[in-house]
Nanobody, 121 residues
Framework: QVQLVESGGGLVLPGGSLRLSCAAS????????MGWYRQAPGKQRELVAT???????TYADSVKGRFTISRGIAKNTIYLQMNSLKPEDTAVYYC???????????????WGQGTQVTVSS
């Protein structure tokens, strides 16, 4: 069994900051990439930022220069530092673990339960 636990969402004023955390635990041998996606009401889920085990990063154009994805000291933990937040950043943010190899030797993709981020005055 694998779990992805997210935290750090909430309500923030435009221009403010939030930091999201995600920790993956369970029968994990390795994870190829971890990242963040978001889904706003009435819209499709979209990539926000991802990081590979080699620390290569990818960002959506809409968040470049404002959001930073990083790896935690604890194994299989990532963060998303979100600065200069805008109302259009409002969404449910999901943690993703891709190319996860479990103790069974099989490969999976896992998602967290999601954390709400609301940017509003």
């Amino acid at each position: 069994q694998v779990q992805l636990v997210e935290s750090g969402g909430g309500l923030v004023l435009p221009g403010g900051s939030l930091r999201l955390s995600c920790a993956a635990s369970g029968s994990i041998v390795s994870i190829g990439a971890m990242g963040w996606y978001r889904q706003a009401p009435g819209k499709q889920r979209e990539l926000v930022a991802t990081m590979t085990t080699a620390t290569s990063t990818t960002y959506a154009d809409s968040v470049k220069g404002r959001f930073t994805i990083s790896r935690g000291i604890a194994k299989n933990t990532i963060y998303l530092q979100m600065n200069s937040l805008k109302p259009e950043d409002t969404a449910v943010y999901y943690c993703n673990a891709d190319r996860l190899i479990s103790w069974s030797g099989r490969e999976y993709t896992y998602w967290g339960q999601g954390t709400q981020v609301t940017v509003s005055s």
